[in-house]
T-cell receptor, first 113, second 115 residues
Framework: GNSVTQMEGPVTLSEEAFLTINCTYTATGYPSLFWYVQYPGEGLQLLLKATKADDKGSNKGFEATYRKETTSFHLEKGSVQVSDSAVYFCALSDRSGYSTLTFGKGTMLLVSP | ETGVTQSPTHLIKTRGQQVTLRCSSQSGHNTVSWYQQALGQGPQFIFQYYREEENGRGNFPPRFSGLQFPNYSSELNVNALELDDSALYLC??????????????FGPGTRLTVL
């Protein structure tokens, strides 16, 4: 079956530091890949996505590249802000005929001033 | 355009009881998916409803059931509640039918506590 593995948190950084959150996946075929963010007390928001190999998704300074050869979709940001503190979820959809998501366990990011 | 809404926000039940959670989909969307998010975990797919019919189901027992109404709103029903059912229940709506992945828009969730 499908699965997503993320690095465990929390990840603690100072403002303006470089961020990497690792994500690898197992899936049949060629899934679409996503990063979602969950701020405290809120639902999930789509941060970025990539639908085929070598695609780069980007949004709000965050980037992730779909690497088929390493089955990875690592999230990066060059300079984090305190407002980026949240839980980040890597997810995939295997296009099995209807859109459902398989999520990783999430990685909490804490950014201090 | 109204986003996805869920009710109630919080709910406390005791073991063995039954619960109904509600979701209003985003305007123009025809599909609702439900996810269970246990504390410290990622969301797990429960089931999806497309045009009032169940369109897929995750690894959840039959005591988890649902409905979708003609206006595409949805209910999640859980019978014989167990302590492990305590979780955040997320509803997501999307516009399906094109054969490719369609973005799911999530509601804020309902926090269920089973005592």
């Amino acid at each position: 079956g499908n699965s997503v593995t993320q690095m465990e948190g929390p990840v603690t950084l100072s403002e303006e530091a470089f961020l990497t959150i690792n994500c690898t996946y197992t899936a049949t075929g060629y899934p679409s890949l996503f990063w979602y963010v969950q701020y405290p007390g809120e639902g999930l928001q789509l941060l970025l996505k990539a639908t085929k190999a070598d695609d780069k998704g980007s949004n709000k300074g965050f980037e992730a590249t779909y690497r088929k050869e390493t089955t990875s979709f690592h999230l990066e940001k060059g300079s984090v802000q305190v407002s980026d503190s949240a839980v980040y979820f890597c997810a995939l959809s295997d296009r099995s005929g209807y859109s459902t998501l398989t999520f990783g366990k999430g990685t909490m990011l804490l950014v201090s001033p | 355009e109204t986003g996805v809404t869920q009710s109630p926000t919080h709910l406390i039940k005791t073991r063995g009881q039954q619960v109904t959670l509600r979701c209003s989909s985003q305007s123009g969307h025809n599909t609702v998916s439900w996810y269970q998010q246990a504390l410290g975990q990622g969301p797990q797919f429960i089931f999806q409803y497309y045009r009032e019919e169940e369109n897929g189901r995750g690894n959840f027992p039959p005591r988890f059931s649902g409905l979708q109404f003609p206006n595409y709103s949805s209910e999640l029903n859980v019978n014989a509640l167990e302590l492990d059912d305590s979780a955040l229940y997320l509803c997501a709506s999307s516009l399906e039918g094109s054969g490719s992945y369609n973005e799911q828009f999530f509601g804020p969730g309902t926090r269920l506590t089973v005592l």
